[in-house]
Structures are given as structure tokens and as C-alpha cells.
């Protein structure tokens, strides 16, 4: 069964002397929907995908790789700032032979205002290593449907901001999500456990 496809199956594995909760495979992301509504489309579907250089990006392409994804919009004033940085953190202090096995997306929030021009810029001045970090925007429908797949929970508000889940999506080589953190990141565990889901999943 592929990962993207469905993730409410498992539970973490356990190994090398820490467990990744097995609690985080009834924290994931995928609802059922309400009768006669359909589900979101999976993210291996959506075509209408760009990155920050206006490129396709196609989830697709992420097989065999650790994912680290977020969801932000860059005219938010504080949170995803700081949950960006605090990612690039994560992302200067991953072994080097982690590099090009880990993949960091952020997805926006706000498809209207977040062309790639603006992703690139953000992702730049919050220090994002664009070599294996990707900014995410789209058409409305396919990112709308991001949000609902991962439960993101976007709500927009009067004066044109958003409210929506603060988290990072730990992601194993085939779609899975295995964790989800909520709050303020711990850099250290997250570095930890990316390594961990590389070990244990990706090279499996």
C-alpha cells in the first residue's frame, strides 16, 4: 500500500533505542469525510503544483525520501517566521550524509498572494536552504486540498490573515506521516527523529 495513498494503517516502529509514539498514527493527518462529501485528492495527484522557482513540484518525486513539511503564509507576523527558522535550524544541523535523503516542503496558505517571486524571497531571508527545501504554492483547489489531506485546519480571517495548525509533518520514504509536532519545534528531538525515520524506514 503506498503511504500517500493511505496512513491511518501501522504504527511506528520501534528500534535503535527509541520509540517513535505509536500514539503520532492516531495524530495523523487523514479524516474521513462526511457522507456524500469526497475525499481530498492525494498529494501524488495534484498537477497544478509550483515551487519557489516556478518549477512543478510533484509529490511524486518524493518517494524515497524523509519529508519534514509545514504549512505557512508569508504575511504572517509571527508564528511561521519562527517555525521557518527554527526549520532551517534543523536543516544547517542534519549530518551531512542526511542531505540528499531529507526533503523540507512548506506549503502556503495563501495561493493569491504566495507566488513562487514571493516563496523565494521569504524562503531566502528566514535563511531556508533552497537545495533540498521546497516552498509550495498552487491553484486554489490543489492546495486547498494540501491543507484538508494533512488536517491543517486554514481558516481565513477578517483584514485577510489566516489561522491554521501550527505543525511539522515527519514523513517517511513513502508518505507516511509518523509524527506530527505541535507548539514551539524542540530542535534537537526533530534532528534526532529525522534520522531515526531514515534509518528505520528509508532504508528498509
Same mark, same amino acid.
Given at each position: 500500500?503506498?503511504?500517500?495513498?493511505?496512513?491511518?494503517?501501522?504504527?511506528?516502529? *520501534?528500534?535503535?533505542?527509541? *520509540?517513535?509514539?505509536?500514539?503520532? &498514527?492516531?495524530?495523523?493527518?487523514?479524516?474521513?469525510?462526511?457522507?456524500?462529501?469526497?475525499?481530498?485528492?492525494?498529494?501524488?495527484?495534484?498537477?497544478?503544483?509550483?515551487?519557489?522557482?516556478?518549477?512543478?513540484?510533484?509529490?511524486?518525486?518524493?518517494?524515497?525520501?524523509?519529508?519534514?513539511?509545514?504549512? &505557512?503564509?508569508?504575511?504572517?507576523?509571527?508564528?511561521?517566521?519562527?517555525?521557518?527558522?527554527?526549520?532551517?535550524?534543523?536543516?544547517?544541523?542534519?549530518?551531512?550524509?542526511?542531505?540528499?535523503?531529507?526533503?523540507?516542503?512548506?506549503?502556503?496558505?495563501?495561493?493569491?498572494?504566495?507566488?513562487?517571486?514571493?516563496?523565494?524571497?521569504?524562503?531566502?531571508?528566514?535563511?531556508?536552504d533552497l537545495t533540498n527545501w521546497s516552498f509550495v504554492t498552487g491553484a486554489d483547489d490543489e492546495i486547498?486540498?494540501?491543507?484538508?489531506?494533512?488536517?491543517?485546519?486554514?481558516?481565513?480571517?477578517?483584514?485577510?490573515?489566516?489561522?491554521?495548525?501550527?505543525?511539522?509533518?515527519? &514523513?517517511?520514504?513513502?508518505?507516511? *506521516?509518523?509524527?506530527?509536532?505541535?507548539?514551539?519545534?524542540?530542535?534537537?528531538?526533530?534532528?534526532?527523529?529525522?534520522?531515526? *525515520?531514515?534509518?528505520?524506514?528509508?532504508?528498509?
Open positions: 500500500m503506498d503511504g500517500w495513498e493511505a496512513s491511518r494503517r501501522g504504527g511506528a516502529r *520501534v528500534g535503535a533505542g527509541f *520509540v517513535l509514539l505509536a500514539l503520532s &498514527i492516531l495524530q495523523l493527518v487523514f479524516q474521513v469525510p462526511a457522507r456524500g462529501e469526497s475525499p481530498p485528492r492525494e498529494p501524488r495527484a495534484l498537477t497544478s503544483l509550483l515551487d519557489q522557482n516556478g518549477a512543478r513540484f510533484s509529490f511524486e518525486r518524493l518517494k524515497g525520501r524523509t519529508v519534514v513539511l509545514n504549512f &505557512i503564509f508569508t504575511a504572517c507576523p509571527m508564528s511561521c517566521p519562527l517555525q521557518t527558522r527554527a526549520l532551517a535550524a534543523v536543516q544547517r544541523e542534519l549530518p551531512v550524509a542526511l542531505h540528499d535523503r531529507v526533503q523540507f516542503v512548506s506549503v502556503t496558505v495563501d495561493p493569491a498572494h504566495d507566488r513562487p517571486a514571493v516563496l523565494k524571497q521569504y524562503a531566502r531571508q528566514l535563511g531556508a486547498t486540498s494540501l491543507h484538508e489531506h494533512f488536517d491543517a485546519r486554514v481558516k481565513k480571517l477578517e483584514g485577510g490573515g489566516f489561522d491554521h495548525r501550527v505543525a511539522v509533518y515527519l &514523513i517517511e520514504s513513502h508518505g507516511r *506521516v509518523i509524527q506530527r509536532y505541535a507548539g514551539d519545534l524542540d530542535r534537537a528531538r526533530l534532528v534526532r527523529e529525522i534520522g531515526d *525515520v531514515d534509518r528505520l524506514y528509508n532504508r528498509s
